[in-house]
C-alpha cells in the first residue's frame, strides 16, 4: 500500500478527517482523535501507524515489518507501525487501520458516538 491508497481507505471509514501534521505524515483521525498515521519512516518505503489491541500489540511486536510505533509506544501508548513490507499486505494492514478505528471510536465519550452515528446499537 502506498500513501495514496492508505488515504483513499481511510477516508472510506465512517466519519473521519485528514490533516497533514507531524512532518508531512497523513493523519487520520475518528471524532478528533487519531487512529492512522502514514509516514514516519527514515527512507522512501511507506510506513503506517495504528492503535491495536493489547493482544495484536503483542503478537505483531515480533512480526517481520511490524515494530512497537517509534514515539507512541515508548509512551506506555499500544500502538504499532508497519513498515518495509510488500503490497501483498494490503489486507493485513486494511484490518488492522478497521480495527483502529474502531477502537478509537470506542474510546470517544457515548455522547459523542452518539453525536456521531457511532457504536450505535440497532
Known amino acids: 500500500m502506498n500513501y495514496k491508497e492508505f488515504n ?12 497533514v501534521q507531524w512532518g508531512n505524515a497523513h493523519v487520520w483521525k475518528v471524532g ?16 503506517f501507524t ?8 503483542d503478537f505483531l511486536s515480533n512480526e517481520v515489518g511490524f515494530r512497537p510505533a517509534p514515539y507512541m509506544a515508548a509512551r506506555g501508548m499500544i500502538w504499532i507501525q ?15 487501520l478497521k480495527e483502529s478505528h474502531r477502537i478509537v ?4 465519550t457515548k455522547k459523542k458516538q452518539k453525536e456521531l452515528g457511532l457504536n450505535q446499537s440497532c
Not at 483513499?8 to 490533516?19: H, Q, W
Not at 508497519?82 to 488492522?96: A, G
Open 82 to 96: 508497519q513498515y518495509n513490507v510488500t503490497s501483498t499486505e494490503d489486507d493485513e494492514l486494511e484490518y488492522y
Open 50 to 57: 495504528f492503535k491495536t489491541s493489547k493482544h495484536n500489540f
Open 8 to 19: 483513499k481507505f481511510c477516508s472510506k471509514l465512517p466519519v473521519t478527517t485528514y490533516i
Open 32 to 47: 478528533g482523535k487519531v487512529f492512522a498515521i502514514g509516514g514516519w519512516e527514515k527512507d522512501d518505503k511507506p510506513a
Open 105 to 108: 471510536s470506542l474510546g470517544l
